[in-house]
Nanobody
Framework: QVQLVESGGGLVQAGGSLRLSCAAS????????MAWFRQVPGKEREFVARITWSQGRTRYADSVKDRFSISRDMTKNTVYLQMDSLKPEDTAVYYCARSQWLSTLGRDYDYWGQGTQVTVSS
């Protein structure tokens, strides 16, 4: 079992910044891939960014590239999502997830956090 707990969401004005955290515990592995997804009610869950635990290799959705940055702190078993230049369309519930595959598809992720709300006002 792997437990993922997100924090750091909130309300911010357009152009502002937020940093999300995802604390992982349980049966984690250096082979894991950690990712952030987001979902708006009535829409499909959307891939945002991913990072490999061991090498820190990253990948981003085109919609957030150059504005968001994913990182990890292996000593704290925590993954971060730094979000800058936020836009109203970034408003969503953000989820942290774990996979054993280098994937951008939600179905390949087997553990999920409870989600944290991010609201960007215009």
């Amino acid at each position: 079992q792997v437990q993922l707990v997100e924090s750091g969401g909130g309300l911010v004005q357009a152009g502002g910044s937020l940093r999300l955290s995802c604390a992982a515990s349980g049966r984690t592995s250096s082979a894991d891939v950690m990712a952030w997804f987001r979902q708006v009610p009535g829409k499909e869950r959307e891939f945002v960014a991913r990072i490999t635990w061991s090498q820190g290799r990253t990948r981003y959705a085109d919609s957030v590239k150059d504005r968001f940055s994913i990182s990890r702190d292996m000593t704290k078993n925590t993954v971060y999502l730094q979000m800058d230049s936020l836009k109203p369309e970034d408003t969503a519930v953000y989820y942290c997830a774990r996979s054993q595959w280098l994937s951008t598809l939600g179905r390949d992720y087997d553990y999920w956090g409870q989600g944290t709300q991010v609201t960007v006002s215009s």
